[in-house]
């Protein structure tokens, strides 16, 4: 008899870069802090929408087209994302993924960012700049999970693709990318300290 592994759900998690990552995430941190101070269209916006925290999401989505150090982390970024592409075996023939959005969050205690997908995307991700000791990590829905029906629990043993949800811990200079339609959220912040991070999207149409 053989069982079967079908229709995985692939999720890319790695370093950004293996040197000099600090360096970069000192400048990137120091951008995203000047940009809260900045965007009052997206301090507005995210106290109605992100209550309690910051994010530029509605207002400074490009950040990649507007800062140097942004741009570089995109081309950092460009790496990992065609290694996942390979990874998922994209055709990607005549076309090419690139990035159409980038922006930045940062997440003060008890600031939660809720269930979510990223549409009108192919891949999306995550890079971490600052996340104190005890931030949250990013927390994956399985996507048959509306199907499961009368499925009993699973024992707490459970391989990670059998579970149905999985959290992946959240660290500075770490890269997270999934595909765009996967469910997402990230926990409240239980720390004083605030977590930070860049979200971005690449679409290839």
């Not at 995985?8 to 101070?37: F, K």
């Not at 916006?45 to 995109?74: C, D, I, V």
């Not at 949250?136 to 999970?145: N, Q, S």
């Amino acid at each position: 008899m053989t069982t079967h592994t079908l229709f995985p759900t692939l999720v890319h998690s790695a370093r950004l870069r293996h040197s000099g990552w600090r360096q970069l995430n000192d400048r990137l941190l120091r951008e995203c802090q000047q940009l809260r101070l900045d965007d009052e269209a997206g301090r507005r916006w995210s106290a109605k929408n992100y209550p309690g925290g910051f994010t530029s999401y509605n207002s400074a989505s490009r950040m990649h087209q507007l800062s140097p150090t942004f741009a570089n982390l995109e081309r950092k970024l460009n790496r990992h994302v065609a290694a996942f592409a390979r990874a998922l075996e994209f055709d990607l023939a005549g076309r090419a993924l690139a990035m159409t959005d980038c922006w930045v969050n940062i997440m003060p205690r008890q600031v939660v960012h809720g269930l979510h997908l990223h549409p009108l995307s192919t891949i999306s991700g995550t890079y971490y700049v600052r996340t104190p000791k005890g931030s949250p990590g990013l927390k994956f829905e399985d996507p048959r999970l509306e199907r499961f029906m009368a499925a009993p629990p699973r024992v707490a043993t459970a391989r990670a693709q059998n579970r149905p949800w999985i959290v992946l811990p959240a660290e500075a200079g770490n890269v997270v990318l999934f595909e765009s339609w996967l469910r997402h959220e990230v926990p409240p912040n239980p720390v004083a300290a605030e977590r930070v991070s860049i979200s971005f999207n690449y679409n290839w149409f």
